[in-house]
């Protein structure tokens, strides 16, 4: 069984950065496609940013040029670099993996999910 934990949330002000780390353990996730996906209060779990086992990578329009996603296959991990964070940016973020090749943005799409965690940006 496939479990993905996050790491790496807070508080930061608007401008500011924050690393999301996502470890994976129960099998090597080499061939999965990870993602990113948020959760702000009343919304819908939206898309992020994912990348495939070949390093391909996709981005929702709102935060192209902000944030990059990277995988380390050594460690089991993928990360989320978030910078110039904006307040609309609170949520919770969540991990995902699914075993294909195609990084999808539905949320039915992924087979696996980590708990959350919380990133909050103050104006």
């Known amino acids: 069984q496939v479990q993905l934990v996050e790491s790496g949330g807070g508080l930061v002000q608007a401008g500011g950065s924050l690393r999301l780390s996502c470890a994976a353990s129960?099998?090597?996730?080499?061939?999965?496609?990870m993602a990113w996906f948020r959760q702000a209060p009343g919304k819908e779990r939206e898309f992020v940013a994912g990348?495939?086992?070949?390093?391909?990578?996709k981005y929702a329009d709102s935060v192209k040029g902000r944030f990059t996603v990277s995988r380390d296959n050594a460690r089991n991990a993928v990360s989320l670099q978030m910078s110039s964070l904006k307040p609309e940016d609170t949520a919770v973020y969540y991990c995902?993996?699914?075993?294909?090749?195609?990084?999808?943005?539905?949320?039915?799409?992924?087979?696996?999910w980590g708990q959350g965690t919380q990133v909050t940006v103050s104006s």
């Open positions: 995902a993996a699914r075993n294909e090749g195609i990084i999808l943005v539905s949320t039915a799409s992924y087979d696996y």
């Open positions: 129960g099998r090597t996730m080499r061939s999965y496609t």
């Open positions: 990348v495939n086992r070949i390093g391909g990578t």
